[in-house]
């Protein structure tokens, strides 16, 4: 029976390389930080790294890998279990504990990873009486949680607040008993953060609730580091925040649910990501308090990474490369095409620069970028550097990109 399988699965590989949607994984033989070593997949050799979501540098920070080793001796390996049985350590109820007080939430609740954060929230808390009206460029955690409830679906335009209040009006209409109103804090693949402010007027006036998956904005956005909710100053109107510990807060892997006291304790009962899944190990929560010690004192971390991110923006946009708008540490090179991006790709690894073209299905079609992601851990002449090699490629390309 596979043989025929086979020969389908390989048409479908063949398309997808000739339209040059490809991904090819590269591998890296050193630690995540600001400079990697390619050892296959690419140049081999140490290269700057442009694509990671290591925006503060705590990937390899000494203080996090010391504190990851103390929690192996400490705690050890795994927990072979679920959080109700038997998986759930001290250092699982304090990492909770100081979740919530750093996002201004209630309670928090730890997950696996964010993708099951999100894929937990929507069917524990919506039935098909209820509402979810979600942004359209909302990440695919979010939009294959919705797709696991009963709810009723609504969608709005990018950031779209005339849009976002006809769809609450159909909601309410429709005589939707809960209504929950979904976006990203920023949106990944074009860095352009959500107008909070103007989601929790709306989210008032027709009495919805608001959730936020800010994944790439806690850590690093907002005086302290607290997310697109501090940024925007509306910690307090926001019902749920997800996110992940694999970005900004380390790098590695896990994901929680911070929200009110009731919502939490709800997940903890009926969400099956929650309660069908090995517990976070626990040196990943050790060391998550570690992070969560220096964020206290990030301000040069989260400067840096600020200065490194208007520098490439300003110096990307004197040489003739489109640079969507914003001030995010994303910072995506449009280029239009999948193959010239994936081209421009291969072209700025060999001149010494790691980072990857996105196209689609990740991006619309037509919309083919590089995604750059700067870190605290660049320096000036990192950052110098890229562009140069970026301007190199282009060259070389014979490209018009930009």
Not at 70 to 76: E, F, Q, T
Not at 174 to 195: C, E, N, Q
Not at 326 to 342: F, L, Q, R, S, Y
Request: glycine share 10%.
């Amino acid at each position: 029976m596979f043989e025929t399988v086979r020969e389908d699965l390989r048409a479908t590989l063949d398309e997808i390389r000739a339209a040059g949607l490809h991904k090819p994984e590269r591998v890296i033989g050193t630690p995540q930080s600001a400079a990697v070593a390619v050892t296959a997949g690419g140049a081999p050799g140490e290269v700057l790294n442009f694509c990671a979501n290591n925006y503060l540098g705590l990937a390899d920070h000494p203080e996090v890998v010391a504190a990851a080793k103390d929690a192996l001796d400490r705690w050890g390996y795994g927990m072979a279990s679920v959080r109700f049985i038997c998986g759930t350590q001290e250092v699982h109820k304090e990492l909770e504990a100081r979740l919530s007080s750093f996002l201004g939430q209630e309670d928090t609740i730890l997950y696996s990873s964010c993708f099951d954060a999100n894929g937990g929230v929507f069917e524990t808390l919506l039935g098909a009486e209820d509402a979810v009206i979600s942004d359209a460029l909302n990440h695919a955690s979010i939009i294959d949680g919705i797709r696991l409830s009963k709810a009723r679906r609504y969608r709005y335009a990018n950031r779209d607040m005339a849009d976002l209040e006809q769809q609450l009006k159909e909601a309410t209409g429709a005589g939707a008993r809960r209504k929950l109103i979904v976006t990203d804090g920023v949106f990944s693949m074009d860095g352009y953060v959500a107008p909070l402010p103007e989601i929790c007027d709306l989210a008032e006036r027709y009495d919805a609730m608001v959730m936020v998956d800010d994944s790439h904005a806690v850590g690093f956005v907002g005086p302290g580091g607290r997310g697109t909710p501090e940024l925007h100053g509306v910690m307090d109107r926001i019902d749920i925040i997800t996110g992940t510990l694999g970005k900004a807060l380390g790098g590695a892997s896990g994901g929680y649910v911070a929200a009110r006291t009731e919502i939490v304790e709800l997940l903890r009962q009926r969400s099956r990501p929650y309660l069908f899944s090995n517990s976070l190990a626990p040196v990943i929560a050790a060391a998550s308090l570690k992070v969560l010690d220096l964020l206290e004192s990030a301000g040069d971390l989260r400067e840096q990474l600020a200065a490194n991110t208007a520098l490439f923006r300003a110096k990307m946009t004197e040489a003739g490369f489109e640079i969507l708008p914003g001030d995010h540490a994303i910072a995506p090179v449009m280029i239009g095409d999948a193959a010239e991006a994936a081209r421009m790709a291969e072209l700025l690894l060999e001149r010494g620069v790691y980072v990857i073209g996105f196209s689609y299905p990740v991006v619309p079609m037509g919309a083919a970028r590089i995604r750059v992601q700067l870190s605290a851990a660049h320096s000036t002449a990192d950052v110098e550097r890229a562009v140069a090699a970026f301007v190199d490629a282009r060259a070389a390309l014979g490209s018009t990109a930009g």
